[in-house]
């Protein structure tokens, strides 16, 4: 009996141990989600849709960060996710960033999506699910596809009615302005 109750206990404890690690882990994505919608809200505010994201390394220290950039610099592929991986590149001096973490607030589209497996990130972690062009799971899910020489991690809804309200109040402003 003794040994049943300490195994019980015992149980227990890794099972709090485990929601312990997973909530400090879920605490650590808020922060930098957080981080992207704040980059995201500036992207908005000149213009483009806004979408942020993050790069951390291994080591949680930012790499990179950046906006949605297509409006100001009249370039398609000016997204955040695809500017934070050359920035995130440049930085590590390598293209490779399989020990690294993206965090966006939007599901990345199919261009991202190609350009992040290409690129070995280990995990990304993005806000809200895109209906539309969402690359990742929504609407296709290229890291999983036949074509896809990568596996990575990806966790979405972190902060997702955050990134939603974000992208939803843009988008109305923007209707209203061109009434």
Request: some cysteine.
């Amino acid at each position: 009996m003794v040994i049943k109750i300490s195994n019980i206990l015992l149980s227990e404890k890794i099972i709090d141990k485990k929601i312990l690690m997973e909530y400090e882990e879920y605490l650590i994505h808020r922060q930098w989600m957080s981080h992207a919608l704040q980059l995201a809200q500036s992207a908005g505010e000149h213009g483009d849709v806004p979408v942020g994201a993050v790069i951390i390394n291994s080591n949680g220290e930012l790499i990179a960060e950046a906006e949605n950039r297509k409006e100001r610099d009249q370039d398609p592929t000016a997204h955040a996710e695809i500017i934070a991986l050359r920035a995130a590149a440049k930085t590590l001096q390598t293209w490779r960033l399989n020990e690294c973490i993206l965090y966006v607030t939007l599901e990345p589209c199919p261009m991202c999506a190609g350009a992040i497996v290409h690129s070995r990130v280990g995990t990304v972690v993005y806000g809200v699910d895109d209906a539309k062009t969402g690359a990742l799971r929504t609407v296709l899910n290229i890291p999983d596809s036949a074509a896809s020489n990568h596996q990575l991690s990806v966790i979405g809804g972190i902060l997702e009615s955050d990134c939603r309200n974000v992208l939803q109040m843009w988008f109305t402003n923007r209707r209203h302005r061109t009434k």
